[in-house]
């Protein structure tokens, strides 16, 4: 685009512009399920990017002849005026890059994100939430209570994505996001273990590791000792957490390979010490999936659950024992000490 063509637009996105169209109230429900449908945002995230590209002076805009030229095709596949603009613009260009380098640097990133799908209107049930995502199986259905009992279906964000391609043209759903934490055992090796760099030589198996030789502990090991530290550490905390049919006791414990410091000014985050660091806190047996799954949404996605070995202080003495924690990944620490 010319230096004159953007002066251009950017007269014309003036003129045009309305403040009151940037506020939640005046967007039309089908413009935002337009937006949905065609660049595969929520509801709240298509809310939120029309509002900004309303408010944005130097957006690309089309003009009206050249618009009349191609809208019988373009509403054909969708698309009115402002949302074609807005297909064509950097900022969606530059949405879709960065989707891209992220989907590349985390293969995992879209089946870690967790979403809840509301089973209503369009995805009556979750039999027609298989068929627009293509899922092999029935989602998972989890039971929400408040004034009414409603059900949602569990979802990753590869299948999100592609329940909001297939929706018809006109509908929507109510998605809401949840983060939890990260779950990967490996199967062939120690990886993830807190202050291993499994990527060494030394740290890698020298070949296929038999079945019966897994590392532990595995994904699927229930009952499994967690070391906690920070407020899971809190026995009246963990057991308003895990509810009634969790009973709590925590054992004094330590463990190496960590350091400890904080985020966002109040959260102990612990990290990677490959000097062999020690940290105290607690040992809790984990009964049972749902017990771990209250754990991990607790933590949400800036932890991720690693092995580590775990040493209970018992009035029998030390007792080593293979479990997991929660390694913190969220980004650079605001306070760090040893311990």
Not at 37 to 58: M, V, Y
Not at 63 to 73: G, K, N, S, V
Not at 155 to 175: H, R, Y
Request: charged share 25%.
């Amino acid at each position: 685009m010319d230096i004159l063509q953007a002066c251009e637009d950017l007269a014309n996105n003036i003129a045009s512009f309305n403040a009151s169209e940037c506020s939640d109230a005046e967007i039309p429900k089908e413009q935002i399920q337009r937006w949905q449908h065609l660049f595969g945002f929520t509801e709240e995230e298509a809310i939120k990017e029309l509002r900004s590209w309303r408010a944005d002076f130097g957006r690309t805009s089309i003009p009206l002849l050249a618009w009349q030229e191609i809208d019988q095709e373009k509403k054909s596949l969708g698309y009115n005026k402002e949302a074609y603009e807005y297909s064509l613009s950097s900022r969606w260009l530059s949405r879709q890059a960065k989707a891209q380098n992220h989907s590349s640097s985390s293969s995992n990133t879209h089946t870690q994100s967790i979403y809840l799908v509301k089973l209503e209107g369009s995805v009556p049930d979750a039999a027609a939430l298989q068929r627009l995502a293509g899922l092999p199986i029935l989602p998972e259905i989890k039971t929400g209570y408040g004034d009414t009992t409603e059900l949602f279906a569990v979802v990753n964000g590869k299948d999100k994505e592609k329940l909001l391609a297939n929706l018809p043209m006109g509908s929507s759903t109510t998605i809401i996001s949840i983060s939890r934490a990260c779950k990967d055992l490996s199967r062939q090796s120690a990886y993830p273990t807190l202050g291993l760099d499994t990527t060494l030589p030394q740290n890698r198996p020298s070949s296929p590791i038999p079945t019966h030789q897994t590392p532990q502990p595995a994904n699927e090991d229930y009952p499994v000792w967690y070391f906690f530290y920070g407020t899971l550490a809190d026995g009246d905390r963990l057991g308003r957490l895990l509810g009634p049919n969790h009973p709590v006791s925590l054992t004094p414990a330590w463990t190496t390979g960590g350091r400890l410091g904080t985020w966002a000014g109040k959260y102990k985050a612990l990290v990677d010490d490959f000097g062999g660091g020690k940290v105290h806190g607690h040992g809790f047996l984990v009964q049972d999936k749902e017990a771990e799954d209250a754990l991990r949404y607790y933590e949400t996605g800036a932890y991720e659950v690693v092995r580590c070995d775990i040493y209970l202080e018992t009035p029998e003495g030390g007792n080593m024992i293979k479990g997991l924690t929660f390694r913190y990944i969220g980004g650079n620490l605001e306070e760090e000490w040893a311990l």
